[in-house]
C-alpha cells in the first residue's frame, strides 16, 4: 500500500491504494464520484477522461499513485459550489447532447478542456478534438452543437 494525497474537486483527500489501483477506481470505488464512468477498460472510449493538472486524462490509464500532490476535476467539480451548472453541462442540456448519458461526462471534460485551449473552436475542431471520446447514441451532431454553444458561437451546422 502507499498513500497518496492530491485535491479532488479541489478538497485534499489522502487514502492508502495498492499500488495497480487505477485513478477511475480510486476516484469510482473510494471517493464515490461514480460520474467518472468506466466504459471500455482499454481507453478506447473516453468515457472516463477527467483533468489531472489541468490537462484532460484518461483515467482508466493512470494509477491513482501517479496522481501524487496532483489536483484532480472530475464531472461533479465541474458544477459551481453553489450547485450551478458548468456553461458546458448547461448547453449539452439545452442542445440535447445527451441521450443515455453514459459519456456525457467523459465528452463534457474533454470539451472543457478544449475550450480551455480554444476558446472558439470550428465545428471541425470540436470533432477532431472529441474523437477519443465515443458516443453510441447522438451521432455527435448535438454535442458538437452544445460545444459550440458553450463557447459562445452560433450552432448552426452544416450537416442541418
Known sequence: MTQVTMSVNGKPVTRDVEGRRLLVEYLRQDLGLTGTHVGCDTSQCGACVVHVNGQPVKSCTMLAAEAEGADVTTIEGMAAPDGTLHRLQEAFNEHHGLQCGFCTPGMIMSAAALLEDNPHPTEHEV??????????????????????????????????
Not at 138 to 144: F, L
Open 127 to 160: 470533432r477532431q478534438y472529441l474523437e477519443g471520446n465515443i458516443c453510441r447514441c447522438t451521432g455527435y451532431h448535438n454535442i458538437v452543437k452544445a460545444v459550440l454553444a458553450a463557447s459562445g458561437q452560433d450552432v448552426a451546422l452544416a450537416a442541418e
